[in-house]
């Protein structure tokens, strides 16, 4: 077996592309939606893209991805100011929100039976992603390189203790919000390559195996980013084989090693 042949085709070198500008950006965030404990956040966004696609399909716009990025930023400032102001939980609010969402984008796009054009959405295609599309991903790969080299400290001191971390001067709500909205552009614009039902695992994963493993915040962010590209690059070249989707493949090679990071946590305590 050839194992270097699946880079022959177009599609394939397109779809490493992609993987490598995504996966490190899931390893990135995915340690800070961790520390936040925002894991229903990010599954919530998620399932929001589907209200975005259908709010595209009602104002009749070609592009769907600008709905949902527009829907997925509002949705994460709404659920951001909601859940600071009422006396729900975050996650019973989160949880609401995120149900009300998908029955609303199921019920507008399943009108007249039209849902499986958009089925498509919920396990994602990487290797239908073009040239520049892969553009759009390494902007947002940057700005988010960007704001995690000016902000990340003061993320780590809010999730630590929020009362402290004002009382410090630094703009907890702003930065909040902030964090909130790039974490609605990573989702949405990787739902269509990633898919719906798995976006958040891919998320979490990685950051949950790392924290198994990592003995310090600098290891821990280090070891998200590792392990979430291994699995990215591993489930890509696997699917081409196995001739099974890659977003499924990614999360099981995922799923193996957090289990693995998890008995040998255990073993070394």
Same mark, same amino acid.
């Given at each position: ?21 995504? &996966?490190?950006? @899931?390893?990135?965030?995915?340690? $800070? ?21 259908? *709010?595209?399909?009602?104002?009749? $716009? ?23 102001? /009422?006396?729900? =939980? ?6 609401? @929100?995120?149900?009300? /969402? *998908? ?6 796009? =399943? ?8 089925? /498509? $959405? ?17 902007? %947002?790969?940057?700005? &988010?390189? %960007?704001?995690?080299? @000016? ?29 909130? *909205? @790039? ?5 949405? *614009? ?12 891919? %998320? ?5 195996? =790392? ?19 291994? /699995? ?7 699917? +081409? +084989? &196995?001739?099974?989707? &890659? ?5 099981? %090679?995922?799923?193996?090693? +957090?289990?693995?990071? +998890? ?7």
């Amino acid at each position: 077996m050839n194992f270097t042949n699946w880079l022959n085709f177009q599609f394939m070198r397109n779809a490493i592309l992609a993987i490598l500008i995504i &996966t490190p950006l @899931f390893g990135i965030i995915g340690t $800070m939606i961790i520390n936040k404990k925002m894991a229903f956040f990010s599954d919530a966004l998620g399932h929001s893209a589907l209200t975005g696609i259908a *709010v595209g399909v009602i104002c009749g $716009m070609k592009n769907l991805n600008i709905s949902m990025i527009i829907f997925a930023v509002i949705f994460a400032l709404l659920l951001n100011k909601i859940s600071k102001n /009422s006396s729900a =939980s975050k996650d019973t609010i989160i949880s609401v @929100f995120s149900s009300c /969402s *998908v029955a609303i984008g199921l019920a507008i796009l =399943s009108k007249g039976g039209n849902f499986s054009q958009y089925s /498509s $959405m919920l396990v994602g295609d990487v290797l239908s992603i073009t040239s520049k599309e892969i553009v759009y991903l390494a902007v %947002i790969f940057l700005s &988010t390189i %960007i704001f995690w080299i @000016f902000a990340s400290n003061e993320l780590n001191a809010i999730a630590i203790h929020k009362t402290l971390a004002k009382s410090k001067n630094i703009k907890v709500e702003l930065l909040e919000n902030l964090f909130a *909205v @790039f974490v609605a552009l990573i989702v949405t *614009v990787s739902i269509k390559w990633v898919g719906i039902l798995i976006i958040n695992a891919l %998320i979490i994963l990685p950051a949950a195996a =790392s924290r198994n493993m990592a003995e310090n915040l600098r290891e821990y962010h280090l070891f998200s980013i590792i392990i979430a590209l291994f /699995s990215g690059v591993l489930g890509l070249w696997s699917s +081409y +084989y &196995t001739n099974v989707a &890659t977003g499924p493949m990614i999360v099981i %090679i995922a799923s193996v090693i +957090y289990f693995l990071t +998890y008995i040998f946590g255990k073993k070394n305590k």
